[in-house]
């Protein structure tokens, strides 16, 4: 679902460069929970920034549901980018809209009529669990209920990849292991592929079927998680 062949991405130019990732390659089956692990400076927000090509790699190709997103026009991209969904560690929602209109979002931008994007918005918040909320702005909700908003917003055009950056490093552990049980339940419910980045041990544990350790730009383990991380 996702393969990512040879990625390189060089940040600078002439004498002034970071080479932030070297030659990495990896592939994520359908209906897997990918974790990259690593520390600070490994390379993990380049990589996954890599795969929407939010960030676009120096060398390499990156595939997406069988199109190699790296060599397609402006246009192609966009339309493409509607089949992969992410949430951030800060959430980044819309301050001064409501927790419907988060949602909705997406669909406004894909110009879904109003019945469409209402009845959808009802489905994703009562997924989330936040049926009580939908009028609320972000500052009213907390960090749990608003990555909850984020998750429903990145689901609202169907993606078949999620890609999660950092999504609970600004939570609480209990929260944490909330919002983690609410993906498991969206992975196995929809069969949704996600992938997702963290420097928690934690994360990779309760959730991941594989789990790649980067270092330096590379991958220098990779594997079942019960393989790599033997359990005592
Ligand atoms: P991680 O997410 O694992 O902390 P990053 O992908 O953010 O790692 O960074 C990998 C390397 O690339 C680091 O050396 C970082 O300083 C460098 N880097 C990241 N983004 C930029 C950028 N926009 N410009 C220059 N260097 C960058
Ligand atoms: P616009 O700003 O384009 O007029 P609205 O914000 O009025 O759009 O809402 C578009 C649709 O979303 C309407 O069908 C409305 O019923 C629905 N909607 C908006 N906010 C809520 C809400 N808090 N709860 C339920 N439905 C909502």
Not at 47 to 74: A, D, M, Q
Not at 83 to 96: A, E, P, R, T, V
Not at 113 to 127: G, I, M, P, T
Not at 213 to 228: D, F
Request: with cysteine.
């Amino acid at each position: 679902m996702i393969q990512l062949k040879e990625i390189t991405k060089i940040y600078g130019k002439k004498n002034k460069t970071t080479t932030a990732l070297s030659k990495l390659s990896l592939d994520v089956k359908k209906g897997e929970i990918y974790g990259v692990i690593g520390h600070s400076g490994a390379g993990k927000s380049t990589l996954i920034r890599c795969i929407n090509l939010l960030e676009r790699p120096t060398e390499g190709e990156v595939w997406v549901g069988g199109v190699e997103l790296t060599r397609l026009g402006k246009k192609e991209l966009q339309q493409q980018r509607g089949k992969i969904g992410m949430i951030f560690q800060h959430f980044n929602l819309l301050s001064s809209s409501t927790v419907y209109d988060n949602i909705a979002f997406p669909l406004m931008l894909r110009g879904a009529s109003r019945a469409e994007s209402k009845q959808k918005v009802d489905e994703l918040l009562s997924l989330v669990g936040l049926e009580a909320h939908r009028s609320k702005y972000p500052a009213q909700l907390s960090g749990g209920q608003k990555q909850r908003v984020g998750i429903a917003r990145a689901l609202a055009s169907d993606p078949d990849v999620l890609l999660c950056d950092e999504a609970t490093s600004a939570l609480d552990p209990q929260t944490t292991d909330s919002i983690l049980s609410l993906l498991l339940d969206i992975n196995r419910r929809f069969n949704l592929t996600i992938m997702l980045i963290t420097h928690e041990m934690h994360v990779i544990q309760t959730i991941c079927d594989r789990v790649a350790v980067i270092h330096e730009g590379g991958i220098v383990e990779e594997g079942p998680v019960s393989e790599v991380f033997l359990k005592p």
